[in-house]
């Protein structure tokens, strides 16, 4: 049984259908990709998936089953997580684990062990107000992990910080995914290559490409190559299946199929 079933998902808002019947399943242990340009509807998927948003159509099952509590299976890092800038970093993991209703001593034990692992030991009772934006990614890594969650949801949890910050959380989820199954969004082809060994690259709401990239290739004699992730002065070429759609192209912020 899958660890998480997707099936004909589907959104809209209005008249603007923004997630079109995407199909997906995720395995325990897996590190999968959710991969398309700024628009594509990652955010709409994962908030159906979290019940923060209510689904059109389609069903979402986590180990074969509805459940009403998504978020008590699910560890979640927004795109962009707010932080009370006068608690520490210990304050705020020891607030969020009390919402989860660990006991008091495990929960201690699990603050240390998490925040020895995103590398925080040394600030944690440091405010976070005075965190960087590789610090404060770092917390909320640590805050989506504090009640064991079965997946680990991040929608693009690298994509505002700098290269070096980047490849510092990059490194830092490489060690995370040995122990968790990921859903990692991103609209950067590289990092999704790097990190993750599954990807579903969606565009205009609808899912293109499932699998690995090397299933892809394998499948495709005639791989067309694509998309442009606007991100600083790297222009990575990305991938997608010709026979599906000939070429995406990124422009800025804005996608292009032909
Ligand atoms: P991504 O995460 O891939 O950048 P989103 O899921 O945020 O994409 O958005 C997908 C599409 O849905 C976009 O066209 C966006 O404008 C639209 N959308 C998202 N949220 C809403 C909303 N609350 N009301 C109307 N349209 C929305």
Request: with cysteine.
């Amino acid at each position: 049984m899958h660890l998480l079933q997707v099936s004909q998902l589907q959104k809209k808002y209005g008249n603007h259908e923004v997630v079109q019947n995407v199909d997906f399943h995720i395995n325990q242990g897996e590190c999968v990709a959710l991969l398309g340009p700024n628009g594509a509807g990652k955010t709409t998927i994962i908030k159906m998936i979290l019940d923060i948003n209510k689904l059109t159509g389609g069903k979402i099952l986590l180990n074969g089953k509805r459940h009403d509590q998504m978020r008590k299976f699910i560890g979640y890092l927004p795109q962009h997580p707010t932080f009370y800038p006068w608690m520490t970093g210990r304050e705020l993991l020891t607030f969020m684990g009390g919402l989860s209703n660990i006991e008091r001593e495990i929960l201690e034990q699990r603050i240390n062990e998490l925040l020895e692992l995103v590398g925080l030991g040394e600030v944690e009772n440091q405010l976070i107000g005075t965190y960087s934006g590789g610090m404060k990614q770092r917390l909320g890594i640590a805050q989506a992990l504090i009640h064991q969650p079965k997946l680990l949801i991040m929608d693009e949890p690298v994509s505002a910080l700098d290269p070096l910050g980047r490849r510092d959380i990059l490194e830092l989820l490489k060690v995370i995914k040995q122990k968790s199954t990921i859903l990692f969004s991103t609209h950067i082809l590289h990092d999704a290559e790097e990190l993750c060994d599954k990807m579903l690259i969606i565009n205009k709401g609808q899912l293109l490409v499932n699998g690995s990239i090397h299933q892809i290739m394998e499948q495709t004699q005639k791989p067309i190559f694509i998309i442009q992730a606007p991100r600083l002065s790297e222009w990575t070429h990305q991938l997608v299946n010709e026979d599906i759609v000939e070429s995406i192209e990124l422009t800025g912020n804005a996608a292009k199929v032909r």
